[in-house]
Nanobody
């Protein structure tokens, strides 16, 4: 069993930045690919970014490519999402995920979810 706890969400003006953190605990945490998804009100949950177990491979949704950066610190069992140049359409609940990630394809198979953290971007 893996537990995921997100933090770092909040309110920011368009063009600003936020960094989300996800603290992971449980067995074999560092062996999982980690990722971020988001869900806006009335919309389906969508993939944002993922990183493989070693941190050597990352993939992004086209909507965030060049603005968001995912990273991980396996010594601290933490994954980060640095979000720059935020737009109002980035407003959503952001969820941390652990599972598997198929190489260069921008998606992820999720085995564990966090509880989510709200990000609100004002125009």
């Amino acid at each position: 069993q893996v537990q995921l706890v997100e933090s770092g969400g909040g309110f920011v003006q368009a063009g600003g930045s936020l960094r989300l953190s996800c603290a992971a605990s449980g067995r074999f945490v560092s062996s999982y690919a980690m990722g971020w998804f988001r869900q806006a009100p009335g919309k389906e949950r969508q993939f944002v970014a993922a990183i493989n177990w070693s941190g050597s491979n990352t993939v992004y949704a086209d909507s965030v490519k060049g603005r968001f950066t995912i990273s991980r610190d396996n010594a601290e069992n933490t994954v980060y999402l640095q979000m720059n140049s935020l737009k109002p359409e980035d407003t959503a609940v952001y969820y941390c995920a652990a599972g598997s990630q198929p190489g260069s394809i921008p998606t992820m198979s999720v085995r564990y979810w966090g509880q989510g953290t709200q990000v609100t971007v004002s125009s």
